[in-house]
């Protein structure tokens, strides 16, 4: 039952054209980035290259703000889809496995919803391409340099978006509150960076952030030009922690809403109500 759910989101997405604008939107996004010195995105990287370990690191940690919006978008789909399109009553009438159904949806949205945070790695190393003859703002690119932000980054923000929203739209079928819980999370990533100012409370400020910027910059503060040039990201305990807790929440957040969904939910209301 997993296997057929998530093959078919696998290639409804891949069939259509949304996932690829949205790659070449942020390629393009940061391909202006990197290739221009007026273009700065999640704060200033002071005279770092432009595809040095920390910029790369920092650009995947705040792309989350743009990209969650995308993976609300796919997520929103993947989970009201039938309900939508009133295809929700011939295909619950078949006998169907309830975690299957959401497992399968949810994890082809996952895949799906992690492909434009490519077009970050695609835009720098294209705009490495046409800048290679400037040596004082490029720095050998790395496969390492590239990856380990997103493993750490984008995989764990995108499970959270992921699954506040979907479950959201497979318990409600409302695509508003799908969207409305997106913005709560941007609520909470406003007050870790306002507390992130006191540095008496720079724990719970990396601890809170949804995105995992707060615990990365804390980390790198103060670290000199040459080791934002060659440094990796810092596996602190408090990145650590931060992911650990962003991973544990979208757990609970979807098993919850998997406890919660019915096939014959809307059914019931109506009901009710007539």
Not at 30 to 53: E, Y
Not at 90 to 95: A, C, I
Not at 132 to 152: I, M
Not at 185 to 199: D, G
Request: hydrophobic share 50%; aromatic share 16%; proline share 5%.
């Amino acid at each position: 039952m997993f296997r057929e759910f998530f093959r078919f989101e696998m290639n409804y997405w891949l069939r259509g054209w949304m996932i690829y604008i949205f790659i070449v939107a942020v390629a393009l996004l940061f391909g202006f980035a990197a290739g221009s010195d007026n273009i700065q995105i999640g704060g200033p990287t002071g005279s770092a290259h432009k595809n040095a370990p920390y910029t790369v690191a920092l650009w995947y940690a705040t792309a989350g703000i743009l990209t969650c919006f995308m993976a609300a978008a796919i997520y929103d789909s993947s989970a009201s889809r039938d309900f939508s399109n009133k295809m929700s009553d011939l295909l619950f009438s078949k006998p169907l496995s309830k975690w299957g159904f959401l497992l399968g949806r949810f994890a082809g949205a996952t895949v799906i919803a992690i492909l434009p945070a490519f077009g970050i790695s695609i835009g720098i190393l294209i705009a490495h391409a046409v800048n290679a003859a400037d040596a004082e703002r490029w720095g050998p690119d790395h496969f390492w340099h590239h990856w380990q932000p997103f493993l750490l980054f984008v995989i764990p923000n995108t499970l959270l978006f992921g699954s506040i929203v979907f479950a959201i739209a497979s318990v409600t079928r409302n695509t508003l509150y799908s969207f409305l819980g997106v913005l709560l999370i941007f609520i909470c990533y406003a007050i870790s960076q306002t507390v992130a100012a006191a540095l008496d409370y720079e724990v719970l400020a990396s601890l809170i952030d949804p995105f995992g910027a707060t615990p990365f910059t804390v980390a790198s503060k103060y670290w000199t030009v040459p080791e934002r040039n060659t440094l990796p990201i810092p596996l602190t305990p408090l990145l650590i922690g931060n992911r650990l807790l962003c991973l544990g929440l979208s757990a609970a957040v979807f098993w919850v809403a998997g406890s919660r969904f019915s096939f014959e939910a809307r059914t019931v209301r109506r009901s009710k109500r007539s």
